[in-house]
C-alpha cells in the first residue's frame, strides 16, 4: 500500500480505536508516517506513545510486582513508563509500537492482553487509548523471528507498506530534501528502495538512507570524501550512479533567470534528468509572487512536447502551495493543454 492510502486508513482506524500493524523493509518510513496520521487524526505529540519492544522484557507491558497488597490482601503489578503513561490517557491517544516483530515471544504474549482485551491485570486501558504496531518482515538480517498468531489477530488489519516515488518526492519537497536527489529518484525511481539484507557493513537504497544522503550533500565536503561519504549513506554502486547523474546537471540553470524570464530557457533539446531537476527546483522555490511565471514555463514544456514536465511542475507547486489554487493564474493555466493534461483527459 502507498504511504498516502496508508495514511488515511491510519486516520480512520485512530477515529475508529482500532489496532493496526504496519509491515515494511527497515527505512521505508513506518515511523514517520504513524508521526503524520497521528498529527492529521488530532493525537497532540506528547499524547504519541513510543515504545519499542524489541528491547522490552514483559514487565514493561504489565508492570513491576510489588509487595504491597491490593484492598483484597493480594500481591499487585505497579505500571510505569509508557504503560503508566496510557493508563493516564485521557485525550485521544495512540501507543506506537516500534519494530514489534524482534520483541521475544514472552513480550509479545504481554502486550496480547492490552491488545485484545484493554487491559493487562487489574489495569485497565481508557476508552481513548488504540495501537498503531510496525515491524519489519521475517527476512534474515533484521531480527524478526516471526510473531505469535493470537498476537496477529489482535490488529484489525495487517497491512504491507511500499515505497512509492510520488509519495516520496511529495514527501521530501516538504523536508529539504536536495532537489537534485529528487530529481535524480524521479529519473530512475526504482533507486528509491532497493533494500537488501547484508551483514557487511554497507547501506542499501531506502527512502531513509536517501535522505542521509541529501544531507551528507549538504556538508560541502571536499571532492573525494563527498563521494566516500555518499557511498556510505546508499552503497557505493548506487552513489556513483547519482554522481554520474549530477554531473549531466553542471549547466542547469539557476532558477531565478527562468522566473525572471520564462521564456529565456531552451527545451526543446534539454535532456530528461536536467528537465527533472528543473521543475523539482522550480517547485520548490515557488511562491505566489513568481507563479505567473511558473505557469508560463509550464506552458513553454507543454508546446515543446514535453506535457509531462509541465504537469508535474504544476502538480508539485500545488503540493507545496495549495492556496495558488485561488490564483487568476491557476484559472488560466486549466483553461489551456496542460489543463487538460492535469484533468487527465489528454496523455502527456
Known sequence: ????????????????????????????????????????????????????????????????????????????????????????????????????????????????????????????????????????????????????????????????????????????MLNGIDPRVIAYLRFDSTMLHQFKATSDMSNSPSPRTWENFSDVLSWNLANGVREEAGAGAVGQAHAAQYFAFEKQLEHLPHADAIFANPESFDISETRPEVLYAVVTTLAIRATAANFKSVSRFAERLESEGRGEFASLLIRDTLRKLPALKATPAYAAILTGPVGRILSGSTIA
Not at 484492598?71 to 490517557?89: C, D, M, S, V, Y
Open 1 to 172: 500500500m502507498k504511504a498516502s492510502s496508508l495514511t488515511a486508513l491510519l486516520v480512520a482506524a485512530i477515529g475508529a480505536l482500532r489496532n493496526v500493524l504496519i509491515v515494511s523493509d527497515p527505512g521505508v518510513g513506518k515511523t514517520s508516517l504513524a508521526k503524520i496520521a497521528c498529527r492529521i487524526a488530532g493525537v497532540r505529540d506528547d499524547d504519541l506513545i513510543l515504545s519499542h519492544p524489541g528491547v522490552e522484557d514483559p514487565t514493561d507491558p504489565k508492570g513491576l510486582p510489588s509487595l504491597n497488597a491490593n484492598k483484597k490482601g493480594e500481591a499487585t503489578f505497579l505500571p510505569f513508563g509508557a504503560l503508566a503513561r496510557a493508563l493516564r490517557a485521557t485525550r485521544r491517544t495512540v501507543w506506537f509500537l516500534d519494530d514489534f516483530g524482534q520483541a521475544t515471544p514472552a513480550v509479545q504474549a504481554a502486550y496480547m492482553q492490552l491488545l485484545l482485551a484493554r487491559r493487562c491485570g487489574e489495569h485497565v486501558l481508557p476508552d481513548c487509548v488504540s495501537f498503531i504496531a510496525a515491524t519489519n518482515p521475517r527476512a534474515t538480517g533484521m531480527g524478526v523471528s516471526g510473531m505469535l498468531e493470537p498476537v496477529k489477530s489482535r490488529f484489525a488489519t495487517i497491512v504491507s507498506l511500499e515505497a512509492d516515488i510520488e509519495d516520496w518526492s511529495a514527501w521530501a
